[in-house]
């Protein structure tokens, strides 16, 4: 198995099957890639919209809602891939990205992660802006080497917003994230963002500076 492609999902049931199609539909052999949802003990539709997908899925519940930091190292512990990407369930990607990202990988062995620019995208699909990720880089779309995040310790459970940033750092004083400029991830923005609870951002910047130092922007 080449890729583990792991999406979390948190009451977002309603976006959760344009995430799963869009990595169904990848333009890399279906024998290559799997696909790993983790349902954060969701209360909406989201069980109902897995069943749909039970043979091509491989989808695990937890008991109780954990965070993204736990939901990920579970799909990570789970996972039989090679390769590791993270997909939000409320966003999706283009059909060419695993093959992309995966050709990166296996033919530049000095490569520890490769990451790929986004479209911001509205609710309705429209895209919005095209954003470079080396410029404004966010925590998916990017193919890591499984082995090399076991190495970094995995994400930090005590982080419940801002563990992306506090993954890349850890991951970046060891290893290198290498951009792709080609948006082939899709970035969906709406009301859910967990980047518009203000409080919550400020709390968990709070942490970020305090493990790892407050730097000048």
Not at 103 to 111: A, K, S
Not at 162 to 191: M, S, W
Request: charged residues 30%; glycine residues 6%; negative net charge.
């Amino acid at each position: 198995m080449l890729v583990s492609v792991i999406i979390t999902c948190y009451n977002y049931g309603r976006y959760l099957e344009r995430a799963i199609r869009s990595v169904m539909n990848q333009s890399l052999g279906k024998e290559q890639y799997e696909i790993i949802v983790i349902d954060d003990a969701s209360t909406d539709e989201t069980p109902q919209v897995l069943e749909n997908y039970t043979d091509l899925v491989r989808a695990f519940r937890m008991e109780k809602n954990a965070g993204l930091s736990e939901s990920r190292n579970f799909g990570i512990r789970k996972a039989r891939g090679q390769y590791i990407v993270f997909l939000d369930a409320d966003d999706y990607i283009q059909y060419e990205m695993l093959r992309t990202e995966s050709v990166f990988l296996t033919e530049n062995n000095r490569l520890d992660a490769v990451a790929v620019d986004y479209y911001l995208v509205n609710e309705f699909g429209d895209h919005l802006e095209w954003v470079s990720a080396a410029e404004r880089p966010i925590a998916c779309g990017i193919m890591f080497r499984k082995d090399r995040l076991f190495d970094v310790g995995l994400y930090d459970t005590t982080f419940r917003a801002r563990e992306d940033e506090d993954l890349r750092k850890r991951y970046l004083e060891r290893f290198n994230i290498y951009n792709i400029i080609l948006p082939l991830y899709r970035y969906r923005r709406h009301g859910g963002n967990l980047t518009d609870n203000t409080d919550e951002m400020d709390k968990y910047q709070k942490m970020l500076d305090d493990k790892h130092g407050k730097t000048d922007a």
